[in-house]
C-alpha cells in the first residue's frame, strides 16, 4: 500500500466553551482530493489549523510521508511542503500583494522576481491580480485570488484549501479545477473544504464528514448525490426555497446616473449607473470581484457621500475628470423618496436602510467585542438617557437573533472572532433583517456557510421581500442570485448592465455580460 502523504490519529482539541475536535482520525494518499464536509461549526478550519502547525492539538498524532511531526507553527509546515488557503485571509493590509507573497517564499528571491512569478502564475490559472497593489485596495474577491496564488507558488506537497471557491466565478472556478487536478496528477495532495456540495462531487474521490467536531462518515463523492451529501452534513436536507411571485410595489432605492472617480489608483470610477429598487422585490448583481462592486457599495451605504456633495460636482465639473465630469455633476441617489447623496450610514439607516458588507470582522463586527455588543454598530435603541448603554436588553436582543439564526456560539456575550466564518455571517445578516429594513442591501449573504444555513438565509431574504421591504444582493455566486432574484444587473468594469428578469436569464448570457457585453436592446427593463 502507498505511504499517507497526510495521517491524523484521534486528533482532539478543546476550548474553554466547546470540544472542537474529538478523536478524529483520516489519512490522505499522494495525489488525491481530499473533500472535508462539515456544517459550520463542525470543526472543519480548527483541524486544518492543526495540520497548518498554527493550532496545537490536545492529543492525537500527525503522519507527514510516514514520518510522526509534531507541527508548532506554520513555518515548519511549510518546509515540510505544507500550504494553506485560508477562508478568513492572513494579509497584511498596508503591503502590496507582492510583499504578501514575499513573506511566505524563500527570502533569497528578489521582490521584483516575486512579482514577476505572480503575474505569471495568475495569468496562467486565471486570477490576474497586480503585484504592486496594496492589499487594502482589493475587493475579498481579489483578496482571495492572492491567496490561492501565494499557495501555489510554494509548489506544496500538500494544499489545504477553506472555502476558496467562495467568491470566485464560475469561470474562475472552472480553471481552478484544471489546476487542482494538474498538481494531483503531478502528486500534490489536496485537502478541500468547501459547502458547495457540487464542487465536492465534481472534483473529490474522498470525502470525511464532520459533525459536532467528530468524524461522522467517510465517502467517495462521486457515488453520492447533493441530497445524500447533505442528509450526512447536516442530518437532513434543507428545506425547499418558496419563491412567490413578486409583489412590486414603490420604488425604495432609486439611483440615476452615479458616477464616481477612483479613490485611489487602483480603484475602479463608476460610470452612469442607474439602478431601481421596488418594494417587494430582490434585484441581483453579479460579476467578476474588482468591477465596482466595492465602490458602488460604499456609494449607497453612505461610506463614501461625494455623489450628494456639491462642492465635489463642482470640482469635479471644473477639472474635467476624463468622461466623469458632466455625470458627476448629476449623479443622484433617493432612498424611500428622499435624496440621501449627502447623507451618511446613520441617517440613511433612520431612512431604513440596513446594509451587510463582504467584510465579517473589521467591517461588519468588531472583532473583540461580544456579539450583543456588536449590535451597537446599527442599533440604538439599547442606549438609555445619558448614554448608559442598557446591557441587558442587549444580550436578550442578541440571543433572539442567535436562536432565529440557529447560531453556534458561546452566548451573546462570545466575541465576534471566536464564532466560525458561517456562524459570524449568520448573525451579522439576522441582526440587520431583525431590524426590518425598508430597504436591505447585502454582499455576498452566504460567502462560507454551509448548505442548511445557506438555505436559512436566502428563505429570510425571500420572506424580508414578501414583506415589503426592497433587497439589493450583490453576489458572486450565479446559483444564488438566481436563486433569489427578481431581476437581475451585471457589473463590468463601473458600468451596469440594463436590467433582466431573472426568468429570462440565462447562466451563459450571465457569464457573458460579465465581460461587460451586453445587448441593451435584448435586455428587459
Sequence with gaps: MTTPRLQLAHITKRYPAVVANSDISLAVAPGEIHAVLGENGAGKSTLMKIIYGSVKPDEGTVTF???AVTLRNPQQARALGISMVFQHFSLFDTLTVAE???????????????????????SEYGLDIDPSRPVHTLSVGEMQRVEIIRALLTNPKLLILDEPTSVLTPQAVIKLFTVLNKLASEGC??????????EIRELCTACTVLRGGKVTGVCNPQNE?????????????PPPLQHRPSKRGAAVLEVSDLSLPREDQFGVDLHGISLTVQSGEVVGIAGVSGNGQRELLYALSGEDIRSGNPA????????????????????????????????????RRALG?????????????????????????????????????????????AKGIIERFNVKAGGPNAAARSLSGGNLQKF????????????????QPTWGVDVGAAALIRGEILALRDAGCAVLVVSEELDELFDISDRLHVIAKGRLSPSIDRAAATLPQIGEWMSGLWNKEAAHA
Design 189 to 198: 495532495s489536496i485537502l478541500y473544504i468547501s459547502h458547495k456540495l457540487h
Design 428 to 443: 451579522i445578516v439576522g441582526r440587520e433583517i431583525d431590524a426590518n429594513p425598508k430597504l436591505f442591501i447585502v454582499s
Design 353 to 397: 436602510l440596513h446594509f451587510v458588507p463582504e467584510e465579517r470582522l473589521g467591517r461588519g463586527a468588531v472583532p473583540t467585542l461580544g456579539l450583543a455588543h456588536n449590535l451597537l454598530l446599527t442599533r440604538s435603541n439599547a442606549v438609555g438617557k445619558g448614554g448608559w448603554i442598557r446591557t441587558s436588553a442587549l444580550e436578550k436582543h
Design 65 to 67: 510521508d510516514g514520518q
Design 225 to 237: 448525490s447533493n441530497e445524500s451529501l447533505s442528509r450526512l452534513m447536516i442530518g437532513s436536507e
Design 312 to 347: 465635489f460636482k463642482t470640482w469635479a465639473f471644473r477639472n474635467k475628470l476624463d468622461d466623469l465630469d458632466e455625470r458627476v455633476k448629476h449623479s443622484s441617489i433617493r432612498i424611500a423618496g428622499v435624496e440621501s447623496g449627502s447623507l451618511g450610514p446613520r441617517k
Design 100 to 122: 504578501n507573497v514575499w513573506l511566505g517564499l524563500d527570502k533569497s528571491l528578489q521582490l521584483a522576481e516575486v512579482a514577476r512569478s505572480i503575474t505569471a502564475k495568475a
